[in-house]
């Protein structure tokens, strides 16, 4: 029998925004809305929505917002001109996100570019140029500059994937120059905008991996400037991999000095391989309960690890969402739950202790005016037996008894109250069959 212990006495400091994801929600502000996802999305509570790739997506804006390029459309324009500058469809985008209750994390750069021709992933002619843009637009969206807007928009990033391509390589998807090139672009904005905006917190680069010399590299490029998060990407079909690389991430930056450095890890989802069948199997589960057990194992596991953000690739409607459907957005997917449960947990203040004896039960707890546990039974092998659960739970607040309610997320259930119990001890056991991926919310409220 696996075991879970949880002990609601030892506090491990705040629950962590373990549900941001990329991008957000669908809303047209216009009389012809029809097709939305904005209330489930404001239920999922969903912290922060990164702004990358979003100019694929028609409804946003398509090719005229959040992209730097596409904001500045003309390089030899004057940057300190407002007239120079296109914010129309990417303030629009910007409401999207707040209606949908989530902080924009705004990724300053270009989206990726698969196709043969490069437009937007080339070097820019004069990087300080390109930092004075970055300055016009954060002035833009946090100072009303230009008839802009004072959004509370605290994190900005610089570019992403640099490191995807070798510098050898012909068809660049994010970056078309070299790793020094790159190094350089960097510390120019990064010293630009940490001189223009003290308050507000100037990262990146959005890595694509964890790359020992790539990232050194750039650490030893960047003198006296530091940046205030790095940000990073895995892919992975086990928890196990996406663990080891938030350990090394933080062992990498901890050793560049960058103790203080948040680490980000922005773009994640089930992969087992982006090449071949494994590619078509990988976005098929990313829609299904497996994909969802994923994100829910996921989610546990990087509460507990040195990492601070972690946001899912992606909620915009596409391939990878496992949250909504790619055509009916309003239609919720499997994967939406796991962000829906965790967010009952995030409402508490504090995360607490847990103890697995289980390689394959991943478990998240946290305390306030509910005392709450997410499971999640995760194996990459589809045929991996049902599981026999004991959860322990020790000092838990128990004033005149609780009761104990189980919320079920399988093939059958979307994250419903299946099973009651009432306990008047501090300590007590609940016992629990688990099928393959299926998740439980187990929520002890006072009577």
């Not at 409401?95 to 989206?111: E, Q, T």
């Not at 570019?113 to 437009?119: A, G, I, L, N, R």
């Not at 992975?236 to 103790?259: H, N, S, W």
């Not at 508490?348 to 305390?367: F, G, L, M, N, T």
């Amino acid at each position: 029998m696996d075991q879970i212990i949880v002990d609601f006495a030892t506090d491990l400091g705040k629950v962590k925004p373990m549900h941001s994801v990329n991008n957000g929600p669908v809303y047209k502000f216009a009389a012809d809305q029809r097709i939305t996802n904005i209330e489930p999305f404001r239920a999922a509570g969903i912290p922060y929505a990164r702004t990358h790739d979003a100019s694929f997506y028609a409804t946003y804006g398509g090719e005229h917002i959040v992209d730097i390029n596409m904001i500045f459309t003309d390089f030899n324009a004057d940057p300190t001109d407002p007239a120079s500058y296109d914010f129309e469809l990417t303030d629009d985008y910007m409401r999207m996100i707040n209606a949908g209750g989530a902080k924009v994390f705004y990724r300053l750069g270009s989206k990726i570019e698969h196709w043969s021709k490069k437009y937007n992933t080339l070097p820019p002619k004069d990087y300080q140029k390109w930092a004075v843009i970055c300055e016009h637009i954060i002035r833009h969206y946090t100072e009303g500059w230009a008839d802009g807007m004072k959004l509370d928009i605290e994190y900005w990033e610089i570019w992403n994937e640099p490191d995807l391509d070798p510098d050898d390589a012909t068809h660049k998807r994010c970056w078309g120059g070299t790793a020094k090139e790159f190094y350089k672009l960097f510390r120019i904005t990064l010293e630009h905008l940490k001189k223009c905006f003290p308050h507000l917190k100037i990262g990146g680069p959005a890595c694509a991996s964890v790359k020992e010399e790539w990232w050194n590299g750039l650490f030893a490029s960047l003198g006296e400037v530091k940046p205030d998060f790095f940000s990073w990407h895995v892919y992975g079909a086990t928890v196990e991999k996406v663990q080891q690389k938030i350990r090394m991430a933080r062992e990498l930056l901890d050793k560049a000095g960058l103790t203080q450095c948040e680490s980000i890890l922005n773009e994640w989802n089930y992969v087992r391989s982006f090449r071949g069948d494994d590619w078509v199997y990988s976005l098929r589960k990313e829609k299904s309960l497996k994909g969802a057990s994923f994100t829910a194992a996921v989610m546990a596991m990087a509460q507990y690890e040195p990492l601070d953000n972690l946001m899912y690739y992606d909620a915009r409607p596409c391939g990878m969402n496992g949250l909504f459907s790619t055509d009916l957005v309003c239609d919720i997917l499997k994967g939406y739950y796991p962000f829906y449960m965790f967010n009952q947990l995030y409402r508490q203040p504090r995360a607490v202790k847990v103890e697995r004896e289980s390689a394959d039960i991943w478990a998240v707890a946290a305390k306030g005016q509910e005392q709450n546990v997410m499971l999640s039974y995760y194996n990459d092998d589809d045929s991996a037996p049902e599981k026999d659960v004991k959860v322990t739970f020790r000092n838990v607040e128990n004033k005149n008894g609780v009761r104990l309610e189980y919320y079920l997320l399988d093939e059958n259930h979307d994250a419903e109250l299946v099973r009651e119990e009432i306990f008047t001890a501090a300590a007590f056991s609940s016992y629990i069959k688990m099928p393959l991926h299926s998740v439980y919310l187990l929520k002890i409220v006072s009577l």
